[in-house]
């Protein structure tokens, strides 16, 4: 059976006069390619100052026509931000779909989202791009249906309905998605009351995040060598640490230049980032651009108000560097990891360097619990806090190891819980 034909694709790299840089030009392609487009060619434009009604001048245009009629050109992909003016001017002109650098990376989530909020956020993301961009394109558009970039999620549908149908749409989707947050916010509230440390791995798309994360849990989450190839978070415990269990979860990748619809759209997943305890910014070590994909990844975590969150930074395919050994510098609870997720190279260092950093403010104690604390009993026994217990005529007698601010707010809690019978005997040795 042939698959289906892959849409040709042509990329436009506009630049100021000597401000091209090959490393924007090749992601721009691989997000093409990540579509599933087929990368006809790359053009440069050089620009000094965007033209108001189609962002390229007037000379650019007709070398792009002639290329598209010679090349059979099926989009063409701009790596800008256009405006809708300019947009639907360049595909009148082209006679070609054009499709702007936010809406590719729409048109990829659009792809990637597996679970049903995932596609819930993509498709709101995408209709409030392209509810700017209506006017006149029903009609310029007729000659040129076919494809699918730039198309998923609403599509074509979602064009060709009126203003007032796309804002009740996007009404209907933010309420729905409001909801979730709702149900995510009280299952994040409900791992807070477990007092479980909290541990996010942040990133740049393709870094490697869920083969670490998989790694580190044992876990089964989809990854693979593309940008974005995964959008749902997941969340997964990790037993076994001088801490006691953590949890740990996967987040989205970034990108520079992340569509703000986008960000919006995913605030209750990012929520993940902007709420642990810690985050793991992992890096590509082998990507010449890894400084400013770190600084990409951090203008995001700032946007979302994960900024201020604690981060250690864990350089990952060390493999593909030739004398570069995993090892893990930890200087006043900050940390800087070498690792391979897909040899495991260093991951052990890494898991006993977050258990001896979450297990430094761990006390351990004997308590004595009665038939009515049944309840607290529980609940030390969820957070992984009990490490032994017997039982007599008196109650329940249980050693047990939790973080001090958990000890203390249980002290403090109404009704006098009986923590008297607790013995603090000073922070936990590693075991």
């Given at each position: ?74 989009v063409v992909l701009v790596n800008a931000t256009l405006s ?282 004997r308590l004595m619990l009665g038939a009515a604390d049944g ?10 806090a009990v490490r032994a217990e017997t039982v007599d005529e ?38």
């Amino acid at each position: 059976m042939n698959s289906p034909r892959r849409e040709r694709a042509l990329l436009v790299q506009p630049a100021a006069p000597g401000k091209r840089d090959p490393a924007i030009a090749e992601e721009f392609a691989d997000l093409a390619r990540s579509a599933g487009a087929e990368v006809v060619a790359v053009i440069d434009a050089r620009l000094e100052r965007p033209s108001a009604s189609h962002y390229l001048g007037s000379g650019k245009v007709e070398e792009l026509k002639g290329y598209c009629e010679a090349a059979d050109v099926d989009v063409v992909l701009v790596n800008a931000t256009l405006s809708p003016v300019q947009e639907r001017n360049l595909s009148d002109d082209l006679g070609r779909r054009v499709i702007d650098r936010v809406g590719l990376i729409l048109d990829i989530f659009a792809l990637r989202a597996a679970s049903a909020d995932g596609k819930l956020q993509v498709e709101l993301a995408q209709l409030k791009h392209s509810a700017t961009r209506l006017t006149g394109k029903g009609k310029s558009m007729d000659s040129q249906r076919g494809g699918s970039i730039g198309l998923r999620g609403p599509g074509e549908t979602a064009l060709e309905t009126d203003r007032r149908l796309i804002r009740a749409r996007i009404d209907a989707l933010e309420k729905r998605l409001s909801r979730i947050d709702v149900q995510r916010t009280q299952m994040r509230r409900a791992r807070a009351r477990n007092e479980l440390p909290r541990v996010a791995i942040v990133g740049y798309t393709n870094a490697g995040k869920s083969t670490l994360f998989n790694a580190l849990t044992g876990s089964g989450v989809y990854a693979a060598d593309q940008l974005f190839a995964t959008l749902d978070p997941t969340v997964r415990r990790i037993d076994g640490l001088a801490c006691g269990p953590l949890l740990l979860s996967d987040t989205v990748g970034f990108v520079r230049d992340l569509p703000h619809d986008l960000v919006a759209a995913f605030r209750s997943t990012l929520a993940e980032a902007r709420e642990a305890d810690l985050l793991l910014h992992l890096v590509d070590a082998a990507d010449p651009e890894r400084d400013a994909r770190i600084a990409a990844v951090n203008e995001v975590l700032e946007e979302i108000g994960a900024g201020d969150v604690p981060q250690w930074t864990v350089f990952n395919k060390i493999d593909r560097i030739e004398g570069l050994e995993p090892r893990i510098d930890v200087r006043e609870g900050e940390a800087q990891a070498w690792v391979s997720a897909r040899a495991g190279a260093g991951l052990d260092a890494l898991l006993e360097a977050l258990g001896t950093h979450f297990a430094s403010d761990l006390l351990v104690g004997r308590l004595m619990l009665g038939a009515a604390d049944g309840r607290l009993r529980a609940q030390l026994h969820a957070m992984g806090a009990v490490r032994a217990e017997t039982v007599d005529e008196a109650g329940w007698q249980l050693e047990v190891r939790l973080p001090r601010s958990t000890a203390e707010r249980l002290a403090a809690a109404p009704g006098g819980h009986p923590l008297h019978g607790l013995l603090l005997v000073g922070p936990a040795t590693p075991t």
